[in-house]
């Protein structure tokens, strides 16, 4: 693998160099574009681009043959900014959370229409249900998917179900379109939602939505826990606590200028 003097892997630098070209400009780029302005082979750009393209941070439209940045390339962006507008200001109400409830508090998003933990603080216990930062999980099998799906429109979620599917892991997992609409009637009632055992058996997980400046659901804050300890008796105790944080972190967020929208 080449590198340059100073100990930079060339062929990596070369692919991050077309990206930023490509982000630069707006309608995309030729493959013959970028190898002019970028000073390198046809046949370099090219491959590279393959590499980037199969890991979903560039796309190329079939119309034009302009290449754009991909899906892939946004996530790492967002989770860059979640990370200073949403994780920093989370993280001394996830370790009151995982305090006051013995249990893992996670923060998580929907990314692609999937749920993905971006925050943790792991629970004390030495038996722990955790699944780590950067996992993701369906929508409809998680307790902060539920949270954040629950605030949406009903043709939202219809689409949604139409769209996605359903994906029972377990026998407890959402199976068909009615049961998701009485879910998600039962969430707007609670205001908050169960995982109960839906994506992992032996895992059950509570969770609320956080909202930003203008009152939209961004994220979810959630407690997760073995069956055993998160019980059917103890869910209304946790579900308070995780609402008052929540809300902690809601409000929070309508006071910072530049937070996340």
Same mark, same amino acid.
């Given at each position: ?50 590499t980037l393209e199969r890991r979903r ?21 967002e989770s860059y900014s979640l990370h ?15 305090? #006051? ?55 939202? +979620? ?16 959402? #199976? ?58 103890? +869910? ?26």
């Amino acid at each position: 693998m080449a590198k340059t003097e100073a100990g930079i892997v060339q062929s990596v630098d070369r692919a991050l160099a077309i990206l930023e070209q490509i982000a630069n400009m707006r309608t995309g780029a030729r493959v013959s574009e970028l190898a002019q302005d970028l000073d390198l082979p046809v046949s370099t750009v090219h491959r590279l681009l393959t590499t980037l393209e199969r890991r979903r941070f560039v796309q190329q439209d079939p119309q034009t043959d302009h290449w754009r940045v991909g899906q892939r390339a946004h996530s790492v962006g967002e989770s860059y900014s979640l990370h200073d507008q949403l994780v920093l200001p989370a993280r001394p109400l996830l370790r009151q959370l995982r305090d #006051r409830t013995r249990e893992t508090a996670n923060l998580g998003v929907i990314q692609a229409e999937e749920a993905v933990t971006i925050a943790q603080v792991e629970s004390r216990e030495i038996m722990r249900a955790i699944a780590p930062p950067g996992g993701r999980v369906p929508v409809l099998n998680s307790g902060m998917g539920k949270a954040i799906v629950a605030t949406w429109p009903d043709e939202a +979620i219809a689409n949604l179900v139409e769209r996605q599917g359903l994906r029972p892991m377990t026998s407890t997992s959402l #199976r068909s379109p009615n049961e998701v609409y009485r879910e998600i009637a039962r969430i707007r009632a609670l205001g908050f939602a169960v995982d109960d055992e839906e994506y992992v058996v032996g895992m059950r997980c509570v969770a609320a939505v956080v909202r930003s400046a203008e009152g939209e659901a961004i994220a979810a804050l959630s407690v997760s826990g073995l069956a055993a300890r998160v019980t059917a008796e103890s +869910i209304p105790e946790i579900a308070a606590h995780v609402c008052e944080m929540a809300k902690a972190l809601t409000d929070k967020i309508a006071s910072t200028p530049e937070g996340p929208r």
